[in-house]
């Protein structure tokens, strides 16, 4: 009872107000990490409660006395050496350390930063799209010819071909699809017969490349962290549409992205009708009767004014139009006879009537026109892929009057390294205000605090290590270590102070005390964590392709915090102690008071 009467409240405490900002990120990371946080802050709740309650009653009932010898076994003997060593070399120890932690900053530049890895699903899609004006059997036979050139990719159970599907618009309304765009579902075989599922989407990649005419995506559905892309907005026309056709071409000489496609290539003929005005007046014609004529003409009156035909249960339309044989030809058009005040006069007579090429759709953005270069990553980093490409000669040397704008995962990317910037500055903040109000000290929560930065080292070689990014499950890892390292410091700083200031020991003698009995707990909980992670960073059980980053996060900052902390927090204790012990000694000098009355004898080795 008495030990969980003296550590359980701090770490507990200290390990809700960690995980509890991360419950309160704002946008789509808010939306991720809400349930992590609030999950984390139960957990540790419900930990508490059983710690104070069901754990002293089950050690009465099964523990049983045993003899206890008073002999350290040699490793702990060595690690007792160890740290009478750094607390007689402080200078060599703080400055060993502080070298391990910068030497691992500077590793940063050399981990990509990413999203959300590319996860195993068992399935993938292949979506194909022709140029406008294509036919509905062209578009299966470039789908077929797709289907022979991945039949013997393996991996591959099934495939299920789509033509014209239909889309739903934002109101939810659906619509006809265009015959022009298709897709394959590629269902995959079991995870144990096959190779990965990046490895598959790289096979298919290079049999697409075979097949001719029309333009292809691969990826799981628009799944998170499997695209690049990079749009650009502008109301220079000309000047968007040539910045995104060498952005599109320069993207392809990168050599690792896959199916480079942009909505400023993709245009189709159209038939242009420039109604002369002084010619209009003449005959008297308007522009909206031409545009009425027109529109009738090709596509049929309104609804509400089409004739219907009356059946039992329904009515339906009768609409009449030009038949899609003449809708190609420019004469058709040109002997259109539009009504004038004299009678109805041809089209040609008025108007220039000629054949062009346009876009297909024009997007908006904030009232701005804007065109999409997509790439599949293909297992890229996004962050490495997206500093690439602002290193282009098309983005750096783009038009004024052409802006670059963060959208899609790029957007939610960035939107995720700030949240959780805030969310761990906030973390530490609460945890810094929870020590000072649970051991009524200022300084103190400086030295549990000093083994945070030596497991963020940690965590940055592992990745490095086992070619990890720095993306969302590293993150929830980063998360995780902040509470596990700041309650073994609190084990140590907490029963350091209980032998100073209830058994009366010096601080060197309180420290000594403090590493030797904590130092077994604290070693029994991090092999426990770390033989918990094991499995997820081997990659066991299932697609570990999110649980692998967070997993070897995890571990290696353990191995390392708890390594150097063991070392380096009875060290920093000294430091902190004795710049306190200095401040009181000057504000008792400036208030009159002795120097003796604030003095510690036996720390004075120890004073800055």
Not at 23 to 44: D, L, N, Q, R
Not at 134 to 145: F, I, P
Not at 456 to 463: F, H, P
């Amino acid at each position: 009872v008495t030990g969980v009467q003296t550590c359980a409240l701090p770490i507990s405490a200290t390990l809700v107000v960690v995980f509890m900002p991360t419950a309160f990120m704002s946008g789509i990371p808010g939306i991720i990490f809400k349930e992590f946080g609030w999950t984390a802050v139960y957990a540790v709740l419900v930990s508490l409660l059983v710690a104070r309650v069901l754990t002293p009653m089950m050690a009465a009932y099964f523990l049983r006395p045993h003899p206890m010898t008073d002999e350290d076994g040699p490793v702990m003997r060595t690690y007792l050496a160890l740290v009478r060593w750094c607390l007689a070399n402080r200078k060599t120890a703080i400055g060993t350390t502080a070298a391990f932690f910068f030497g691992t900053l500077l590793l940063v530049p050399f981990l990509p930063a990413g999203f959300i890895p590319q996860q195993d699903r068992g399935f993938t899609r292949v979506s194909v799209e022709l140029p406008p004006g294509s036919t509905v059997e062209g578009t299966l036979a470039v789908a077929e010819n797709v289907r022979r050139a991945i039949a013997d990719v393996p991996g591959i159970r099934s495939v299920f071909t789509t033509v014209g599907e239909s889309v739903q618009t934002a109101n939810a309304v659906p619509q006809a699809g265009e015959v022009r765009k298709g897709a394959l579902t590629l269902s995959l075989t079991e995870r144990g017969t096959r190779p990965k599922q990046l490895v598959i989407e790289n096979l298919v990649r290079k049999r697409l490349e075979q097949v001719a005419g029309a333009r292809f995506s691969l990826g799981g559905g628009g799944a998170p962290g499997e695209k690049l892309q990079l749009v650009l907005a502008g109301e220079n026309s000309a000047a968007l549409k040539s910045t995104a056709q060498g952005l599109e071409r320069e993207l392809r000489g990168l050599g690792y992205l896959g199916n480079i496609v942009s909505t400023a290539s993709l245009e189709r003929p159209e038939i242009v009708i420039r109604p002369d005005a002084e010619l209009m007046a003449e005959r008297g014609v308007t522009t909206a009767v031409v545009g009425s004529t027109v529109r009738i003409a090709t596509s049929g009156d309104f609804s509400q004014l089409l004739p219907k035909l009356n059946l039992d249960t329904r009515q339906v339309d009768i609409r009449v139009r030009m038949a899609d044989r003449y809708r190609t030809d420019l004469d058709t058009f040109a002997n259109l006879r539009v009504p004038g005040r004299d009678g109805p006069v041809p089209l040609s007579s008025i108007a220039e009537v000629s054949v062009q090429s346009g876009p297909t759709q024009i997007d908006r953005y904030d009232r701005k026109r804007y065109v999409a270069v997509n790439a599949d990553l293909a297992g890229y980093p996004l962050g490495a892929a997206l500093a690439a490409a602002r290193e282009l000669p098309s983005m750096v040397g783009k038009p004024s009057s052409v802006q670059f704008l963060e959208l899609g995962d790029v957007e939610l990317m960035a939107q995720l390294f700030s949240g959780f910037t805030f969310a761990m500055i906030t973390g530490i903040l609460c945890v810094i205000c929870v020590l000072v109000l649970l051991f009524k000290d200022f300084l103190q929560p400086a030295t549990i605090l000093s083994a945070l930065p030596l497991s963020i080292g940690g965590s940055l070689v592992a990745l490095l290590v086992t070619g990890g990014n720095m993306d969302l499950p590293a993150l929830i890892g980063i998360v995780m270590l902040m509470g596990i390292v700041t309650k073994n410091s609190i084990l140590l700083v907490e029963y350091t102070f209980v032998g100073m200031r209830e058994h009366g020991l010096p601080m060197h003698a309180a420290l000594i005390d403090a590493c030797h009995k904590r130092a077994r707990p604290i070693v029994m909980t991090t092999v426990a964590m770390i033989a918990g992670m094991l499995p997820l960073a081997l990659g066991f059980g299932g697609d570990a392709s999110f649980r692998q980053p967070m997993a070897i996060t995890v571990i290696g900052g353990l191995v390392t915090s708890t390594a150097l902390s063991l070392l380096i927090v009875p060290v920093a204790f000294t430091y902190v102690l004795g710049f306190e012990d200095r401040v009181k000694h000057l504000f008792r000098r400036s208030s009159g008071g002795s120097l003796a009355a604030g003095a510690r004898p036996a720390d004075k080795h120890f004073s800055p």
